[in-house]
């Protein structure tokens, strides 16, 4: 079913509203699968950009919130928690090159003391 902004959405309904199970294709080719809550993307879903970058994890009415794994397409990612749609909490990113940091973050940056190595 077309819903606003040309995306297509097919999945469970309740009233007018997207809540259960279901995949919205926006018209940018960026797609949500996962829980829906009243319209927005809440439990577990996986959100893939057009380019391929993706996150799977947990949502909060449309944020990336509780435990999730974001992956780039130049092979960066990110895993751990997630608050209000930033890094925040225990996470570990890693990077192409192999290169990693495993430790806090906080509002989407490294934050905190660097443990024993």
């Known amino acids: 079913m077309e819903v606003e902004g040309g995306a297509r959405y097919k999945g469970q309904w309740r009233g007018n509203m997207r809540h259960g199970h279901g995949v919205l294709t926006r018209a940018d080719g960026h797609r949500y699968e996962g829980s829906w809550l009243e319209n927005r ?23 990336k919130h509780g435990y999730g794994k974001y992956v780039h397409i130049d092979g960066t ?18 990077w192409s090159d192999g290169a990693r940091y495993e430790g806090e973050f906080l ?3 490294k934050h905190g003391i660097l443990g024993d190595i």
């Open 41 to 63: 993307a809440h439990g577990h879903g996986t959100f893939t950009e057009a380019s391929g970058t993706s996150y799977e994890g947990q949502w909060h009415q449309d944020q």
């Open 77 to 94: 990612t990110y895993e751990g928690e997630w608050h209000a749609d930033e890094k925040s909490g225990r996470g570990i990113e890693t």
């Open 107 to 109: 509002h989407g940056s």
